[in-house]
């Protein structure tokens, strides 16, 4: 079995930040691509940044320049420091990966999601 599990999602004021880690655990051969999702309410999800194993990253253009994605490989973990929120913002944040399992299955993951709300 595999999770990934968010953290860091809350509540900041506008101009603040926030670092959101997403953790890799179980039957993990290696991780491939990486990315931060957000959805909110009555939207659709869309991709916010991504970071494949090599380091290489893309992100929207409603965060350049005010978001970092970041991995570590050997704690299978991907982190996403936001600065300069600003309300538009405010969604719930999904940390998603393709990896391939220790049966040598490559599969998409999706965690649970972490709320971040960025008040005016």
């Known amino acids: 079995q595999v999770q990934l599990v968010e953290s860091g999602g809350g509540l900041v004021q506008a101009g603040g930040s926030l670092r959101l880690s997403c953790a890799a655990s179980g039957r993990i051969f290696s991780i491939n691509d990486m990315g931060w999702y957000r959805q909110a309410p009555g939207k659709q999800r869309e991709l916010v940044a991504a970071i494949t194993s090599g380091g290489r990253v893309k992100y929207a253009d409603s965060v350049n320049g005010r978001f970092t994605i970041s991995r570590d490989n050997a704690k299978k973990t991907m982190y996403l420091q936001m600065n300069s929120l600003k309300p538009e913002d405010t969604a719930v944040y999904y940390c998603?990966?393709?990896?391939?399992?220790?049966?040598?299955?490559?599969?998409?993951?999706w965690g649970q999601g972490t709320q971040v709300t960025v008040s005016s």
């Open positions: 998603n990966a393709v990896l391939v399992t220790t049966q040598r299955y490559e599969l998409d993951y």
